[in-house]
């Protein structure tokens, strides 16, 4: 009984130990680590087929019909068949394409979103590796996606391609400034970039203490996945399909799974840095339980991801970047600055983290309370010049 | 095991710079510096300096190379392989190029470079924080002074040419 | 700890050989009948006008260097963080001072338009 309250740890424990048994130490160390390299390197495999099933589903459900539902009982081995349609279409390389950026591109893409995963705590002392700097090492890895995209969209000797390419980095820079300012609140409140140590900090989850900072941080993480509303390359209707414009089967594919990986990964880093990542009730007794709660509550977030891809209108690209720039970062800045003004009260922790989250509500009364005012100097601005054109097609 | 790794390392930073000297594509020239900026950050790895290592990473890789593909990108011929690779002054530049590896080499290996005999202490990352407001809190300073005056100044030279 | 880079390095060789993979084996399985339509750049089902590269704008050169300015600041901020515990009041007033003159920097960007998008 004592060995299922912590299984997945024992059983690791127990595989070592018998290895150890009859292998050196390197060999049996790399073999664990071999072992655990493939898990992680799956899950954005997983992820995809589970996931794009489940957008599908909720979308479709969103806009009023059913979704998938032919291939297999409620649809559920759709992904199954599109993956094998990726597998057999012909992959078409266009003329004058640097063929080997070209095929690079993807793979390293993929390689990224997998890479995100090794310092992700499932479980408490279930993470690939829990860096000292883990929380920088995420921003480190994202960042390796817009070398890739950069890759993709030049590579490809496309007009549109590139164009796409360079807007879609445009829009992950900007947004990746908020989103580190974001996690170094979290790491100001903690005071260690461990994962492992954020998750067991959270006594009190992060996103009752520091809402703004949650908003902040999961609105630029909607914004480096590329998802609606931040999806102007991938509109349809816009620019054909930006930087992966001349890829086709499986380089597509994994451009794919780079991109629902990523959807999980970042689920995965905002239940971990906000919603007290495996935490639950009894999981202090029973480790085992972490996984599960940590599972449903990245299955949460993921579905209020795609709630909001499904609800919100797409943003304009200069919209979005003015957004970024004007009124993310001043906030992550206050935030970061409000928390660090509050950890220095000589006030015990519950006022400490009462005052945040006033704060974080002021901050965010604030920022609404501006916007709503450039709107209605955006609206003014925009009726004065319809009034002048009639007036002047009238005259 | 670690000089395994060193030696793998070594040959794909080294590497990688030499193709950036050889390669004839700007553009690709630019991502062999990224390899070779890979192995930099493991170079920090190995040294147990593993904020510097994703420092590398963040900054180099994820903003200072996107820097240098935009400005590849701002610039016209880089894709004309018909340049010549050689120009009249090479045999000076490659005398002079020689001499400074030379002496390079020399320097590096004849100082007795003041090795620290053990390992970073566990809690570096905090020293470093800590240093940052006590010892070093000038140059922490000039830190922020010196980017947003590169900043203002890019902004000026930009726009002076709209 | 540098056994947990070792895991890393670990992940990242079979995360980039799980592609590699992949692709080799799409390229046993499917057709390869290329033809100069097929491989001609996509413009909408047209021929493509003009030289591929294109006019490439000087803004996406200013974005690229604030982010460089506003990543190093963030780099700067993790150790600060870090070592906040152990930091007396005048740590936060470098921060705020530190803060202070990037956000400076950001209003003279806002001021002079950088951050607009034509």
């Not at chain 1, 490809?156 to 390419?165: E, T």
């Not at chain 3, 001609?40 to 690229?64: P, R």
């Not at chain 3, 990543?71 to 870090?82: G, I, N, R, S």
């Amino acid at each position: 009984m004592n060995y299922l309250r912590d299984f997945f740890v024992n059983l690791a424990h127990s595989w070592t130990a018998w290895l150890a048994g009859f292998l050196p130490g390197w060999a049996v160390s790399l073999i664990d680590y071999v072992i655990v390299a493939v898990i992680l390197v799956m899950m954005p495999v997983i992820a995809t087929l589970t996931l794009t099933w489940m957008e599908r589903k909720v979308i479709g459900r969103i806009q009023n019909r059913i979704g998938p539902n032919r291939v297999g009982p409620w649809g559920i081995f759709q992904a199954i068949a599109d993956a094998v349609k990726m597998l057999i279409k012909e992959d078409i390389i266009p003329d004058r394409a640097d063929k080997p950026v070209f095929n690079l591109a993807p793979v390293l893409i993929a390689a990224a979103a997998m890479m995100l995963c090794g310092v992700i705590p499932f479980g408490r002392r279930m993470i690939g590796a829990d860096l000292n700097i883990g929380a920088l090492y995420i921003v480190a890895i994202g960042s390796l996606s817009t070398v890739a995209i950069i890759m993709a969209g030049w590579s490809s000797n496309n007009k549109f391609a590139l164009i796409g390419a360079f807007r879609i980095v445009a829009q992950l820079l900007s947004y990746e400034v908020p989103m580190v300012l974001s996690i170094a609140t979290v790491v100001l409140l903690v005071g260690s970039m461990r994962m492992g140590q954020i998750v067991e900090a959270q006594t009190v989850p992060f996103i009752l203490v520091l809402p703004v900072v949650f908003i902040v941080y999961t609105l630029c993480g909607i914004a480096e996945t590329g998802r609606s509303p931040f999806d102007l390359l991938e509109a349809e209707s816009e620019i054909v399909a930006g930087y992966f414009t001349e890829y086709s089967g499986l380089k597509f594919g994994w451009f794919y799974i780079a991109e629902y990986g990523n959807l999980m990964a970042i689920s995965a880093i905002v239940t971990t840095l906000f919603l007290g990542g495996w935490r639950g009730p009894g999981a202090a007794f029973a480790p085992v339980l972490g996984p599960i709660y940590f599972a449903i509550k990245v299955v949460l977030v993921v579905f209020l991801l795609m709630w909001i891809r499904g609800t919100w209108p797409r943003f304009r690209i200069d919209q979005m970047l003015q957004f970024a720039w004007k009124v993310l970062v001043p906030a992550a800045l206050a935030n970061l600055l409000w928390v660090a003004i509050m950890l220095k009260l000589p006030a015990p922790v519950a006022v400490q983290y009462v005052l945040m989250l006033a704060g974080n509500l002021v901050i965010l009364f604030t920022a609404l309370t501006l916007l709503g005012r450039a709107a209605k100097r955006v609206v003014a601005q925009q009726e004065a010049k319809q009034q002048a054109e009639s007036g002047l097609v009238a005259a | 095991m670690e000089a395994v790794a060193f030696a793998i390392l070594a040959v794909v930073t080294l590497g990688g710079a030499i193709m950036v000297v050889l390669s004839q594509n700007l553009m690709r020239s630019a991502l062999w510096l990224i390899l070779s900026f890979f192995g930099i950050a493991g170079f920090f790895v190995l040294l147990q300096a593993e904020f510097l290592a994703v420092t590398q990473v963040l900054v180099y890789i994820g903003a200072i190379s996107t820097l240098i593909i935009f400005a590849i990108m701002l610039s016209r011929n880089f894709m004309d392989p018909s340049e010549p690779r050689f120009n009249e002054q090479w045999g000076l530049v490659g005398g002079f190029s020689a001499l400074l590896l030379i002496g390079l080499a020399t320097v590096v290996t004849r100082v007795a470079w003041p090795v620290s005999a053990g390992l970073p202490p566990a809690d570096a990352i905090q020293r470093l924080g800590i240093d940052f407001v006590t010892a070093y809190a000038v140059p922490f300073e000039v830190a922020s002074v010196l980017l947003v005056v590169s900043m203002i100044g890019a902004i000026i030279i930009a726009r002076d040419r709209e | 700890m540098l056994s947990q880079y070792a895991l890393i390095a670990v992940l990242a060789i079979i995360a980039f050989a799980l592609p590699v993979v992949g692709l080799l084996l799409a390229w046993l399985l499917r057709p390869h009948k290329p033809n100069p339509m097929k491989n001609s750049t996509y413009e909408c089902g047209m021929e493509t006008i003009g030289e591929t590269w294109v006019q490439f704008k000087a803004q996406y050169y200013l974005f690229a260097l604030v982010f460089v300015a506003f990543d190093v600041e963030a780099v700067f901020v993790f150790p600060w963080a870090v070592a906040y515990g152990k930091l007396a009041l005048y740590g936060l007033t470098e921060m705020i001072l530190f803060v202070a003159i990037l956000l400076g920097g950001l209003m003279y960007a806002w001021r002079k338009g950088a951050l607009e998008w034509q």
